[in-house]
T-cell receptor
Framework: AQSVTQLGSHVSVSEGALVLLRCNYS??????LFWYVQYPNQGLQLLLK??????LVKGINGFEAEFKKSETSFHLTKPSAHMSDAAEYFCAVSTPGGYNKLIFGAGTRLAVHP | NAGVTQTPKFRVLKTGQSMTLLCAQDMNHEYMYWYRQDPGMGLRLIHY???????AKGEVPDGYNVSRLKKQNFLLGLESAAPSQTSVYFCASSLRRDNQPQHFGDGTRLSIL
């Protein structure tokens, strides 16, 4: 069975600082990994995904994530936070042949202060 | 191009009442999903459908039923609402190929008194 753990339910950074949101997964087969962002009162939007190939994945809004199989991690980073990055971020996993069903982490709420 | 549209956006029910949440997508996606979002628990899959006329149980299906009579629509029903079903419900859809991302609606906020 698959599972996703997001370390830190709340993360606070200063504008311009590095953003690091942690995600660890458990999967018995090679996973597909996703990061989604949710702004208040909205649905989830895809930030980036890892399927196969290059382990460093670039997404929208300057975010990127690196798949590390040995550490079973898929941490999300952004070099310089912007006020507009304040939102909730979800890491999710799916598996081949699984009808694209997603298992989500509990989410990390990112606050950006001036 | 509206994407995924959920109706209604808000609803308050009394315990024991029934209701149906409607999800419509205009992207010709084969797969559709219903999730519930609760604080500190992320999103959990209730039911999903891999095509017109087919449905399957997800992680938390008890107390819910679904139907997919048309490819573009996926209905979620609560036959006898309970306070534990107070949540935000999201519908999503995706293409029928592996590793495709899901596209989400804006959610239905449901309160059961």
């Amino acid at each position: 069975a698959q599972s996703v753990t997001q370390l830190g339910s709340h993360v606070s950074v200063s504008e311009g600082a590095l953003v690091l949101l942690r995600c660890n997964y458990s999967s018995s087969v090679p996973p597909y990994l996703f990061w989604y962002v949710q702004y208040p009162n909205q649905g989830l939007q895809l930030l980036l995904k890892y399927t196969t190939g290059a382990t460093l994945v670039k997404g929208i809004n300057g975010f990127e994530a690196e798949f590390k199989k040995s550490e079973t991690s898929f941490h999300l980073t952004k070099p310089s936070a912007h006020m507009s990055d304040a939102a909730e971020y979800f890491c999710a996993v799916s598996t081949p042949g699984g009808y694209n069903k997603l298992i989500f982490g509990a989410g990390t709420r990112l606050a950006v202060h001036p | 191009n509206a994407g995924v549209t959920q109706t209604p956006k808000f609803r308050v029910l009394k315990t024991g009442q029934s209701m149906t949440l409607l999800c419509a997508q205009d992207m010709n996606h084969e797969y559709m999903y219903w999730y519930r979002q609760d604080p500190g628990m992320g999103l959990r899959l209730i039911h999903y459908s891999v095509g017109e006329g087919t449905t399957a149980k997800g992680e938390v299906p008890d107390g819910y039923n679904v139907s997919r009579l048309k490819k573009q629509n996926f209905l979620l029903g609560l036959e006898s609402a309970a306070p534990s079903q107070t949540s935000v419900y999201f519908c999503a859809s995706s293409l029928r190929r592996d590793n495709q991302p899901q596209h989400f609606g804006d959610g239905t906020r449901l309160s059961i008194l």
